[in-house]
C-alpha cells in the first residue's frame, strides 16, 4: 500500500467502536505513524513451503476462477495446460511460478515474512534477510498472539489467555463447529505433493522457515507460561 492508503486504512480501524475485529489479507501497518493506538494484532503461520503448494491448487481449483469470472467478466480464463499442470513438473521444469530466488518480487502470496514485515519496499523481496528481520521485530513488539495452524490447540489455548476479550471459550466453539469450519477452503483437488519435490523448494526458503520456526519457539514459550500443565 502507498503511505496515503496505509493512512486510510490505519483512520478506519480506528473509527471501529469496541469491540470490533478488522480481519483482511492485509501487511502489517504501524499506526502510531499516524499519531493513531495500534490494534490488538493476532495473526497465523503454517509451514512456507506447505502453504506455497496449497495457494499454487488454490488458484488452479474450478471455483477459483469461476468465481474470478464472475468479478472480472473481461478477465480471460486460464490455459488449460496451466491448470493441469501439477506442482511436482512445475518445480522439476523450472517454471517461473515455482522459482523462489532471494529478492524476487512475488505476487502470489509466497513471502510469508512480508505480511509481518511491513509496508515499506525492502519487505517485499523474497526471502531476504531484513524481511525476516523486521517480521520478528514487529511479532515481537505487536502481535499479542500468532498461531500456527500445525499446533491449532496450542494456537487456541494461547488465543483464550492472551486476548480473552475476543477469544474466550474459542477451542470449545471450534471443536463443537469442526465438521462445517473442516470443509471451508477445502481443495479436493489438490494431489500430494513428493516430498522430493518440497526438499528442492525449502533450500530457498531459508529465511522464511527460520521465520516460520521463530513464531513456533514463541508460541510454544507463551503455552509454557500458562502454567497449564502445572498440578495446584
Same mark, same amino acid.
Given at each position: ?5 496505509? &493512512? !486510510? ?7 471501529? $467502536? ?14 502510531? !505513524? ?5 490494534? /490488538? ?23 477459483? #476462477?469461476?468465481?474470478? !469470472? ?23 521444469? &523450472? ?7 532471494? &529478492? ?6 509466497? $513471502?510469508?515474512? =512480508?505480511? #509481518?514485515?511491513? $509496508? ?7 526471502? *531476504? ?7 520478528? =521485530? ?18 487456541? *489455548? ?9 477469544? !474466550? &471459550? ?6 463443537? =463447529?469442526?465438521? /462445517?469450519?473442516?470443509? /471451508? ?14 526438499? /528442492? ?28 500443565? $502445572?498440578?495446584?
Amino acid at each position: 500500500m502507498s503511505y496515503n492508503e496505509e &493512512g !486510510k486504512l490505519s483512520k478506519l480501524v480506528n473509527s471501529f $467502536q469496541p469491540s470490533s475485529v478488522y480481519v483482511k489479507h492485509v501487511c502489517f501497518t504501524n499506526f502510531t !505513524k499516524f499519531n493513531l493506538d495500534m490494534p /490488538i494484532y493476532v495473526n497465523m503461520v503454517r509451514d512456507p513451503v506447505e502453504r506455497v503448494i496449497s495457494w499454487y491448487y488454490y488458484v488452479r481449483a474450478p471455483w477459483y #476462477f469461476v468465481e474470478r !469470472k464472475r468479478a472480472f467478466p473481461d478477465l480471460p480464463l486460464p490455459n488449460p495446460n496451466w491448470l493441469k499442470k501439477d506442482y511436482d513438473t512445475c518445480v522439476r521444469r &523450472g517454471d517461473k511460478e515455482c522459482r523462489y530466488q532471494d &529478492g524476487d518480487e512475488r505476487d502470489d502470496f509466497g $513471502q510469508l515474512t =512480508e505480511f #509481518f514485515c511491513g $509496508q515499506d519496499d525492502d519487505c517485499t523481496g523474497f526471502n *531476504t534477510e531484513v524481511a525476516m528481520r523486521k517480521a520478528k =521485530e514487529n511479532v515481537e513488539k505487536h502481535y499479542a498472539v500468532v498461531g500456527v495452524l500445525e499446533e491449532l490447540n496450542k494456537t487456541l *489455548t494461547v488465543l483464550e489467555h492472551y486476548v480473552p476479550r475476543f477469544f !474466550k &471459550g474459542a477451542k470449545d466453539v471450534y471443536y463443537n =463447529e469442526v465438521k /462445517i469450519f473442516s470443509k /471451508i477452503n477445502r481443495n479436493i483437488y489438490k494431489p500430494t505433493t513428493a516430498e522430493a519435490t518440497k526438499d /528442492i523448494v525449502r533450500k530457498n526458503f531459508t529465511r522464511e522457515l527460520e521465520f516460520f520456526d521463530f513464531c513456533k519457539q514463541r508460541l510454544h514459550k507463551q503455552y509454557l507460561a500458562l502454567n497449564l500443565d $502445572q498440578k495446584p
